[in-house]
């Protein structure tokens, strides 16, 4: 069982807006400020996409945001598109068991 | 453009140690935290644990008994050895950079991946 509870799926037609949520612990998600999120297509390595609950690396649409409230946080994606259909982990520091906890992953699909 | 490629063997023996090393191409290993993850097939990620340059590690309590991650900045280079291997270690194993000035929950370049089967 993964440290972080993601939902096995969403889904969403194109240009509607899916939340994804990543519920942790107050040794995790509720104390830190260090929720990334990734990317991942089949076959192929994780991307970053969002870290530090909110942030956006260089080059990654604006269409994805994060945002935390307590113990969850939250990866939103606006206007999705064929292309975002992808499996997405969270990840947060934690101090209670390891360091790098991940959620089990939620698989997009894009109806 | 930095490049991460995991190497190894893709078969080990159960009870043999599983070897494998991320050769960094593209820039330097020093002033970085390096980190191993690894997806057992059609699961979630997990975090093993990682190494900054100057050879301090942290490594996931889960597996740290079994664990060893080092590094070779003269080859760019670092590794991971996990002892006593089981068919639960069966995974593809990714080598990942932690983001500069980053945090360890920040990984920015992975490699590609190298999948290790564990069977006899």
């Known amino acids: 069982q993964s440290a972080l509870t993601q939902p096995a799926s969403v889904s969403g037609s194109p240009g509607q807006s899916i939340t994804i949520s990543c519920t942790g612990t107050?040794?995790?998600?509720?104390?830190?400020?260090?929720v990334s999120w990734y990317q991942q297509h089949p076959g192929k390595a994780p991307k970053l996409m969002i870290f530090?609950?909110?942030k956006r690396p260089s080059g990654v649409s604006n269409r994805f945001s994060g945002s935390k409230s307590g113990n969850t946080a939250s990866l939103t994606i606006f206007g999705v598109q064929a292309e975002d259909e992808a499996d997405y982990y969270c990840?947060?520091?934690?101090?209670?068991?390891?360091?790098?906890?991940f959620g089990g992953g939620t698989k997009l699909t894009v109806l | 453009q930095v490049q991460l490629q995991e190497s190894g063997p893709g078969l080990v023996k159960p009870s043999e140690t599983l070897s494998l090393t991320c050769t960094v191409s593209?820039?330097?290993?020093?002033?970085?935290?390096w980190s191993w993850i690894r997806q057992p097939p059609g699961k979630g990620l997990e975090w093993i644990g990682y190494?900054?340059?100057?050879?301090?590690?942290n490594y996931n309590p889960s597996l740290k008994s079994r664990v060893t991650i080092s590094v070779d900045t003269s080859k760019n280079q670092f590794s991971l050895k996990l002892t006593s291997a089981t068919a639960a270690d069966t995974a593809v194993y990714y080598c990942?950079?932690?983001?500069?000035?980053?945090?360890?929950?920040?990984?920015?370049?992975w490699g590609q991946g190298t999948l290790v089967t564990v069977s006899s």
């Open positions: 990942a950079r932690v983001a500069e000035m980053g945090t360890v929950t920040e990984f920015d370049y």
């Open positions: 593209g820039g330097s290993i020093s002033r970085y935290y």
């Open positions: 190494i900054y340059y100057s050879g301090s590690t």
């Open positions: 107050s040794s995790d998600v509720r104390t830190y400020n260090l």
């Open positions: 530090d609950i909110n």
């Open positions: 990840c947060s520091f934690a101090t209670s068991s390891t360091f790098v906890v």
